[in-house]
């Protein structure tokens, strides 16, 4: 079967010709993915949550992924993509964000040996929002930081000369990686805890509740399961003076059989399913309409820099 795919709204940087998605899609199907000015209407278009180019597009099978903490919203979007654990009769699948990230290099890990391991200085932390995140999260860095020495790789506290071109390799350096989501919410699962596997480090993890699903809790400290964070502090210190207690978490293994989900196997399910039935589910009349012409009219000024510099200056 042929299928016409497009991309938008998503991030800088994002390939529409090679990701997750086309390869999911071409496991079954014949993939056309249209160019950005391509005239050509798509049967499929997956779209995410960096703009409003979407509304261009109402007759096509519209889906929606995110690996932001937001709810799709099914009056808008015809299936999604997201890190929450619902069905939805059959609309909505999760696929976690950390899944387009460094995967395959945390699932099979190269060896580091002992000596090496335990040699690396204390922590390190890359980080860029510390303003639009928990406060707890500052909460945790600085208890971490009382231990020991933490180096800063990323533009935020910045302790090693300049922010690190990449991540991984710097993180590989020390013992453990701080491991902090934006925020905290079920499902909410990012490629902070995966890049710390793919660096064999051990991963300082707060943020989901349930992370436990996604990773063997041998493997990670868990910020959750210490009631303050001097208490967590105190937990990392005992884990860093033993060699046997940190050689033991870092060779644990990232996944186990309650833990293990072939995630791509899933998306392939997902999309072909969508593709091969050409379903839609939003309509164009009633309340639904009306919601999606109001969008469609307000979209100019939404994506409105201007408009938000003075909405921010009329908060203060």
Known sequence: MDITVKFTDFWPGFDPQHNKFVDALASRHRVTVLADDSPGRPRLLIYSCFGQDHLRYPDAIKVYYSGENDVPDFNECDY????????????????????????REAMH?????????????????????????????????????????????????????????????????????????????PGYVTEKILEPYAALTVPIYWGAPDV????????????????????????????????QAYLAMLRAPVLTADTAVDHDARLADFLCRIAA???????????????????????????????ERVLRRLRR
């Open 80 to 103: 999604a993509l997201s890190l929450h654990r619902i069905d939805f009769g059959g609309r909505h699948m999760r696929y976690p964000l950390y899944m387009l990230y460094e995967h």
């Open 109 to 185: 890990r190269a060896h580091i040996s002992d000596e090496a391991a335990l040699g690396r200085p204390f922590c390190s932390c890359v980080m860029r929002n510390a303003d639009n995140c928990d406060p707890r999260r500052i909460a945790i860095i600085d208890s971490i930081a009382a231990v020991g020495h933490v180096a800063y790789g990323g533009p935020w506290r910045n302790n090693v000369g300049d922010p690190v071109d990449e991540k991984i390799p710097f993180i590989s350096g020390f013992k453990f990686n701080l491991a902090l989501e934006n925020s905290c919410l």
């Open 212 to 243: 436990s699903l996604d990773f063997n809790p041998d493997s990670y400290i868990n910020a959750a399961d210490y009631d303050t964070p001097a208490s967590l502090a105190a937990a990392v210190a005992h884990i860093d003076a033993d060699p």
């Open 277 to 307: 039935d050409g379903r839609k589910h939003t309509v164009p009349y009633g309340h639904m309409g009306t919601m999606h012409r109001r969008r469609a009219l307000m979209a100019p000024l939404t994506g409105c820099r201007l408009l």
